[in-house]
């Protein structure tokens, strides 16, 4: 058992993502500051599973919990600033909404695609998070990332982060603690403007309200994920406590008493229908965290 003044033990981790499901996490903090982070990390030691949640809305946690350290990145990783060159620096914790509006309220363009993330910056680069056009990796001067094994912190530039579409270099014990931004100058108006459209565009093509967890499968080259599962007369359908949203084919919405395994054989029905029906294998975007062995998905 590990005694840490900051290290809780059972806690819930459904509150923290955006589909609502899943377990416990055996152990969690949510350290302050880079000395928490790194008296947090030497506490459990290097034998412990490791997991980092940011706004927990691009995951979908096991029934089961985490049998791990869960580590959420606290107070001052949730704070952005500007450098005299107009970088924008923001912690890993950062909300990228609050990080587009504030770029905005700069007058600095650039982050405008972010305000319809409802990720974090730590989560964005290692999603390589984008929409309306940009990705991370065009914005990204560099990344602050802490191993957790070794507590050592290195700079990574996108090519060294090997960002690719939603996809980055990083496991699972590397810690993106801040994130820099090259941005150029702009009138405020008009990005005031930018992030106004952005959000209007989401409310009127995405399921607000619902539980889901954004695009739960990549976009095949040529294609969209969304309008191959339309194809295939998938949008709207329902398996039990899951449903293809019938506004974004490839949002999967959830019912309030869906469970972690409902959503994973769900996703992996609707993987199986499109590749029985097309060939075409989708791969998951959302990422599954803990242990779904015992979850029977179609082959
Ligand atoms: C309504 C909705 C709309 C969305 N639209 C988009 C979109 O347009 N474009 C898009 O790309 N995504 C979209 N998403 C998905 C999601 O918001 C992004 O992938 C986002 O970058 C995930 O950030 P997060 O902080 O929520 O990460 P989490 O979901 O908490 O975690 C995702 C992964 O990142 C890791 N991670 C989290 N924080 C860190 C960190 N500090 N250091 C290292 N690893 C970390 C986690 O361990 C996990 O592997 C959408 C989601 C929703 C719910």
């Given at each position: ?115 319809g ?81 952005i959000t209007r565009w989401r409310k009127?093509n995405q399921?607000g ?91």
């Amino acid at each position: 058992m590990i005694e840490h003044p900051t290290i809780e033990i059972d806690v819930p981790l459904a509150p923290l993502t955006t589909y609502k499901v899943g377990g416990p996490a055996a152990y969690f903090a949510e350290p302050n500051d880079l000395l928490d982070l790194r008296d947090v990390l030497e506490a459990v030691g290097p034998d412990i599973q490791i997991v980092v949640l940011g706004r927990g809305s691009n995951v979908v946690i096991s029934d089961d919990g985490i049998d791990g350290l869960v580590v959420k990145l606290g107070h001052s990783f949730q704070a952005a600033a500007i450098s005299r060159d107009g970088s924008i620096v923001a912690g890993g914790g950062m909300p990228l909404p609050k990080l587009a509006r504030f770029a905005a309220q700069e007058g600095r363009g650039g982050l405008g695609f972010y305000v319809g993330i409802p990720g974090s910056v730590g989560g964005a680069v290692r999603m390589n998070a984008g929409g309306h056009g940009a990705q991370t990796a065009d914005v990204l001067d560099h990344a602050v990332v802490l191993d957790a094994r070794t507590a050592e912190v290195v700079e990574m530039t996108p090519t060294e982060l090997a960002l690719s579409y939603r996809h980055s270099g990083l496991t699972d014990t590397d810690i993106v603690v801040q994130a820099t931004y090259h941005t150029h100058p702009a009138d405020k108006a008009a990005l005031d403007l930018e992030l106004r459209e952005i959000t209007r565009w989401r409310k009127d093509n995405q399921p607000g309200g619902t539980l889901n967890a954004g695009s739960v499968f990549k976009n095949p080259p040529g294609d969209h994920a969304g309008a191959i599962i339309d194809r295939v007369g998938l949008k709207g359908v329902r398996f039990g406590a899951v449903a293809v949203s019938d506004v974004h084919a490839n949002f999967m919405v959830a019912a309030s008493d869906a469970t972690a395994s409902d959503i994973f054989r769900f996703v992996y029905r609707i993987k199986a229908i499109v590749r029985d029906e097309t060939g075409i294998d989708l791969e998951p975007e959302i990422k599954f965290l803990g242990d779904f062995s015992s979850v029977v998905a179609p082959p």
